[in-house]
């Protein structure tokens, strides 16, 4: 009963790796596939690999060993969705410091589903940005046959996540946006692409590694900051704070919505206008949260939500270890790739950059808002239907 009901969609296991296998032996069919930021943080557990040498860039072998022609990162569109969800709350905030009512973040599912079916009246209140994982899946099909100079009907878009929600999320009426089928057409969890390794005999432990494709294979680490709890807040502000004053923060400088707390909270100077935000993840909190803005004992700005505790470093599929619960540690694996990277604001990625200026035009234009953006009201949660 609860797995047909769960409110996020998340409780459903399905095992997809058929449809990659078949996939990656069709010669008709371009694959391509991308990596979402969390799922580097824990590939390698299942496989008996240590942190340290289970990095992104030996899961970047693994696949091309495997066969898939193109292998990107889905940090690249965390990146980009930074720059349409900054952007649009800076467009948002006269109206949401008129109406006292929050902007949310939108980029996990199951949070989607949940306000969706638990507090319809607000849903308006939502980015109307999509998920890195679909506007990635809406460039693949799109900007990138076009740099390829294919038709984008060939095109195979695969995605790895930490999650189970997504699965749901990409077979949405709304996210074929680019024309040619589903934007993503198959999404693989951690622990599914763990199985593909596996199964193809791969020797995980002696992989080297190798870089990814590009040139949607490059990322700040504020994209990488995605898969942990905080980290969309964080990377949204840095950014926004460039947008308004022109100039970058300290990097570090919103790091107080960082850890593992189930409900944070904090107050930042943009300037010279007070910015207001929380971040909760675990959808017990979410709901605690909810209620106190309904009640108006409290009251924000900014709101990023993630249905997993700790975020998707903790999501419901990636690896699992009885009693043990290691987003925490996966979430400062994130922040030290963050620390350790050349980029840390979106805003500079190289590759967001040419894409703007060679195809999207900018943050909110017409064929971003095309591709980018979504209408929360265009399709309907099961028991409405
Ligand atoms: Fe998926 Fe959980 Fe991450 Fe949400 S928090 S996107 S449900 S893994």
Known sequence: QCITHCPVGALRERDDTDRVFEALADPEKITVVQIAPAVRAAWGESLGLSREFATVNRLVSALRKMGFDYIFDTDFSADLTIMEEGSEFLERLEEIKSTGL??????????????????????????????????????????????????????????????????????????????????????????????????????????????????????????????????????????????????????????????????KEAEFDLAGQKIRVAVASGLGNTRKLMEAIRSGKSSYDFVEIMACPGGCAGGGGQPIHDGEELAGIRGQNLYGLDKVNSLRFSHENPSVQNCYKNYLQKPLSHRAHELLHTDHFGWKMPEEQ
């Open 102 to 263: 929050p902007m949310f973040t939108s980029c996990c599912p199951g949070w989607v589903r949940f306000i969706k079916s638990q507090y319809p009246d607000m849903v308006r209140q939502l980015s109307t940005a999509k998920s890195p994982q679909q506007m990635f899946g809406a460039m693949t099909k799109s900007y990138y046959a076009d740099l390829l100079g294919v038709d984008p009907e060939k095109i195979y878009s695969i995605s790895v996540m930490p999650c189970l929600a997504k699965k749901e999320e990409c077979a949405l009426p709304t996210m074929n946006s680019a024309g040619a089928g589903q934007d993503v057409d198959v999404v693989l969890t951690t622990r599914e692409i763990d199985r593909m390794i596996r199964a193809e005999h791969i020797r995980a432990d002696l992989l080297e590694e190798e870089q990814f494709d590009m040139p949607l294979g490059v990322s700040s680490g504020a994209g990488v900051i995605f898969g942990a709890t905080g980290g969309v807040m964080e990377a949204a502000l840095r950014s926004a704070y460039y947008l308004v004053t022109g100039k970058n923060p300290d990097p570090d400088a919103f790091k107080s919505v960082r850890g593992l707390g189930g409900w």
